[in-house]
């Protein structure tokens, strides 16, 4: 007996199989294998086109996803009432609508980030380089300034009077309730990309035909529902840097902070929680 509980502890998550659900196809080594991690630099890919094709993609889907939600907000606020607008609702949709798109149309040239929170979680994970993660996260905070730049250029007037879309913390609530609604909002983003993303998901369930941007814009729709009273919802470090630029008030570099710590720390839990609990990549032998 006491052997055997020697053998547990040794052995750990090495001992049992991993087991499918109800429904799934059977796993084998055949169908899948984990690929080595991105290495922290990698100077070759400062020499090839790919790596600014990326980055110039993650600009203009990230410069397209605040112009068009940006506009959907102030088109909301210029409405003498909600009925008379698509409303919060149609905001929510707005949000979700444009990352759908928009990770459909990039996710073969960048991997369709269009937010910091989502690079920074791949990158914990190793999914890719520092070298990119740096890159695409300047490049999706100038496309949000430009597509926030371009909405301000078309209705100036409406924009400085119902703020610019940025985000704050709505009256009522702490910085605590917002920070804390960032952390989960993005946790639910990031964990949702992961999942959608998953080469071993595909592998072991290649008869389920899954389109990974609808269940990460879906996430993202909602989201923007449960938060938009409480921060007007952030989730995207770069989204709520474009419209805080542009707007440029007191108020909305306030609580600044709020919108990219909370992101940030939401990213960071999702990537541990799935590579850690769902996968569990660090108790896999190594053989």
Do not use: C
């Given at each position: 007996?006491?052997?055997?509980?020697?053998?547990?502890?040794?052995?750990?998550?090495?001992?049992?199989?991993?087991?499918?659900?109800?429904?799934?196809?059977?796993q084998s080594d055949k169908d899948y294998k984990e690929?080595?991690?991105?290495?922290?630099?990698?100077?070759?890919?400062?020499?090839?086109?790919?790596?600014?094709?990326?980055?110039?993609a993650e600009f203009v889907a990230t410069f397209?996803?605040?112009?068009?939600?940006?506009?959907?907000?102030m088109g909301v606020g210029r409405a003498k009432n909600k009925c008379a607008s698509v409303g919060i609702q149609g905001i929510a949709w707005a949000f979700g609508g444009m990352i759908f798109a928009l990770v459909y149309c990039t996710a073969g040239i960048s991997g369709g980030h269009i937010n910091?929170?989502?690079?920074f979680g791949l990158f914990l994970a190793r999914k890719l380089s520092l070298t990119r993660a740096v890159f695409y996260i300047v490049m999706q905070c100038l496309g949000a300034i430009c597509g926030?730049?371009?909405?301000?250029?078309?209705?100036?007037?409406?924009?400085?009077?119902l703020q610019g879309g940025a985000n704050f913390v709505s009256h009522g609530y702490t910085k605590g309730d917002g920070l804390g609604a960032e952390i989960v909002g993005t946790f639910i983003l990031v964990y949702t990309v992961f999942s959608a993303t998953d080469a071993k998901r595909s592998a072991r369930d290649s008869h389920v035909p899954i389109l990974a941007p609808l269940p990460i814009g879906f996430a993202v729709f909602l989201v923007h529902l449960a938060t938009i009273p409480i921060t007007g919802t952030g989730i995207n470090p770069a989204r709520s840097l474009g419209a805080a630029i542009?707007?440029?008030?007191?108020?909305?570099?306030d609580d600044h902070?709020?919108?990219?710590?909370?992101?940030?720390?939401g990213a960071a839990l999702a990537a541990v929680y799935h590579q850690?609990?769902?996968?569990?990549?660090?108790?896999?032998?190594r053989a």
């Open positions: 007996m006491a052997e055997s509980k020697e053998e547990d502890v040794k052995l750990g998550a090495n001992k049992f199989t991993e087991r499918q659900p109800l429904g799934t196809a059977a690929p080595p991690p991105a290495p922290l630099f990698e100077a070759g890919e400062l020499k090839s086109w790919s790596f600014y094709r990326a980055g110039i397209l996803f605040l112009y068009i939600t940006v506009l959907t907000v910091p929170a989502v690079t926030a730049g371009v909405v301000k250029g078309f209705m100036k007037g409406p924009y400085e009077k542009i707007y440029n008030r007191d108020h909305a570099w902070w709020i919108f990219w710590v909370g992101p940030f720390i850690v609990v769902i996968r569990a990549i660090p108790f896999k032998s």
